[in-house]
């Protein structure tokens, strides 16, 4: 969580230096100020210092583990439970990938800026970085993979809807989209739009998406102890396997990796929910697929997980539905609205993912209703 510091430690663009050798642009560099280096050619680097803002308090994102960093992200790697096996071997994320800054009086506005001042409190545009001049004189650019915006339309509500990914520029304005994530050509300037941030926003740095999340919106969020719960209340239904007739029980939220004996598993293509059973293989089917024993329907066959994070849930409701394949379960709400966010993936690519393991999302909806068979007795 983002806390008030106790001192102010944001800054703003002061002075503007045109330098043309490259031991001036180090001098100013050097002196121990925050400043933003454009690189324009050989012989010609504009070097914007930053100097304190006593109204601001600044927060950093990023790779690296070096002291300016204050959230220190790792590549999200689909469907894992992050073992030593998958491990990423070239991360695609920015070492000093964004910047928040937060107003320390109310409303405590937030803005989103790429790239991150380093240890020396430099950020450098190389030659290479898409750069250039505003029409007012300032300069601004791109980092190289791109810090990729998305504002849902309504906040983060029952009633909301995915918006439209933008790019966030150096100096935070917001472009739309590059072509593929790091082309030199920077998009189109969106003036209507800003890189304030609100509840819902997700953040892309190319590799890991943050979900943005406002004291307000987490104070009406179900808890922790709310999704315990619901959890009890599913249990205390006590859910029959429809063949075997033993009861099912969800596993509790800290035995979330080993698959329990009473643990319901789904077929997710009908969403009847059975106990563990070894039959229903067809010969011409994938492996992980089965024909339900109930409505005799053919498709993947998974444990099923109550997705623990609260702050994923728009709303308070009842786990009724999974998303399809990996078969974490939520309320119908939080469901159908992940299933219809397109998260990017790759340079290019943008699709759907569970926001409890990021697993491709797949089937017809993404997700399915869940169909349990209470006792007989």
């Known amino acids: 969580a983002l806390y008030k510091r106790p001192k102010a430690n ?7 230096h045109v330098i043309s050798t490259p031991q001036a642009s180090k001098a100013i560099s050097c002196k121990g100020q925050h400043s933003i280096s454009y690189t324009l050619s050989r012989n010609q680097t504009v070097v914007v210092e930053y100097t304190h803002d006593k109204d601001t308090d600044m927060f950093q994102v990023g790779r690296s583990t070096e002291s300016p960093i204050d959230f220190v992200v790792t590549d999200t790697i689909s469907g894992s439970q992050n073992n030593d096996e998958t491990q990423i071997t070239q991360s695609t994320i920015s070492r000093f990938a ?45 980092t190289t993979n791109g810090v990729l ?28 989209l590059r072509e593929t994530r790091s082309a030199q050509q920077r998009g189109k300037l969106v003036e209507n739009e800003t890189n304030i941030l609100q509840d819902g926003s997700l953040i892309d740095l190319c590799g890991a998406t943050l979900l943005w999340r406002t004291a307000d919106g987490l104070f009406h969020t179900p808890t922790q102890k709310h999704i315990e719960a619901l959890r ?31 643990q319901p598993w789904a077929y997710l293509s009908c969403g009847h929910v059975h106990g563990y059973h070894n039959w229903g293989h067809r010969s011409d089917t994938e492996a992980n697929e089965r024909e339900c024993p109930m409505c005799r329907t053919i498709g993947p066959y998974v444990p099923l997980w ?3 994070e609260a702050g994923f849930y728009v709303d308070a409701g009842p786990p009724t539905h999974a998303f399809t394949p990996c078969g974490h379960v939520c309320s119908e709400k939080s469901a159908k609205y992940w299933s219809q966010i397109p998260l990017p993936h790759g340079t290019h690519a943008f699709h759907a993912a569970c926001p409890f393991c ?19 007795d």
């Open 10 to 16: 944001g800054v703003k663009p002061s002075t503007v």
């Open 98 to 142: 964004c910047r928040i800054v937060c107003d320390r009086s109310p409303p405590y506005t937030a803005r989103i800026f790429a790239a991150g001042f380093d240890s020396s409190k430099n950020i450098f545009l190389g030659e290479k970085a898409a750069k250039w001049k505003n029409p007012d004189g300032h300069m601004d650019g791109l």
């Open 149 to 176: 915006v998305m504002h849902p339309k309504g906040g983060f509500t029952e009633e909301s809807k995915p918006g439209v990914w933008r790019e966030i520029s150096v100096c935070g304005d917001v472009y739309t």
């Open 232 to 262: 009890q209340e599913i249990n205390a239904a006590r859910p029959q396997c429809p063949v075997g007739l033993n009861t099912l029980a969800f596993p509790s939220i800290n035995r979330k990796d080993v698959v329990e004996e009473k």
């Open 306 to 308: 109550l997705g623990c």
């Open 358 to 376: 990021a697993t491709q999302l797949s089937g017809e909806h993404n997700c399915i209703k869940l169909i349990f068979q209470g006792p007989i």
